[in-house]
């Protein structure tokens, strides 16, 4: 089966510093997602980028997507203690239905 | 508000008892999914439903069984569950793009 892939698997930063995740995927997308996951609980969503985009800005959050290399990150600015979580970015494949693929995700820890 | 009710939250059983795990939501969405999740493999999904009555595999429906009866409630059934069905499943419901998700029942087959 398909599947995004998140890289790093885990990462720990300083409060202050900047946090840069990476997503591949394989199909063709018309959009992709990225959402947020507190330990064990469900997801959240953070923000969507449409495939004519190449990047996006929400709060301290900047999504950027290059659909030439099947791939998008996040990078979050001045990380606080509280963005540590999981991200997940989440595409949805066309072919042959609607399946919705999550990458395995980021595990962020920030540092206070 | 708008929300995604999962039930039980916690659930411990033996293999081969069935059990349903309950999903709803109130925002009328057309869209509605079970996942799982397991450490090292992110969210896999298990079924799907574009709509009343109309139900897709996921990724990994075997053992699996879902039904849509109504729009609100999208229940997940397990047959004869085994150990390897050990995990945390989500319910999540859209109606375009963004997806809410219910807060995951932690499921436990013994």
């Known amino acids: 089966s398909q599947q ?11 409060e202050g510093e900047n946090a840069t995740m990476n997503c591949s995927y394989k199909t063709s997308i018309n959009n992709l997602q990225w959402y947020r996951q507190n330990s064990g609980r469900g997801l959240v969503h953070l923000i969507l980028i449409r495939s004519n985009e190449r990047e996006k800005h929400s709060g301290r959050l900047r999504v950027t997507l290059d659909t030439s290399k099947k791939s998008s990150s996040l990078l979050i600015t001045a990380s606080r203690a509280a963005d540590t979580a999981s991200y997940f970015c989440a595409t949805v494949d066309y072919t042959g239905g609607f399946k919705t693929i999550f990458g395995a995700g980021t595990r962020l820890f920030v540092k206070a | ?21 309950t999903c709803s939501q109130n925002m009328n969405h057309e869209y509605m999914s079970w996942y799982r999740q397991d450490p090292g493999l992110g969210l896999r999904q298990i079924y799907y439903s574009m709509n009343v009555e109309v139900t897709d595999k996921g990724d990994v429906p075997e053992g699996y069984k879902v039904s849509r009866k109504e729009k609100r409630n999208f229940p997940l059934i397990l047959e004869s569950p085994s150990p390897n069905q050990t995990s945390l499943y989500f319910c999540a419901s859209k109606q375009n793009t963004e997806a809410f998700f219910g807060q995951g029942t932690r499921l436990t087959v013994v």
């Open chain 2, 1 to 21: 508000e708008a929300q995604v009710t999962q039930n039980p939250r916690y659930l411990i059983t033996v293999t081969g008892k069935k059990l349903t795990v």
């Open chain 1, 4 to 14: 995004g892939e998140e890289d790093p698997q885990a990462l720990s930063i300083q």
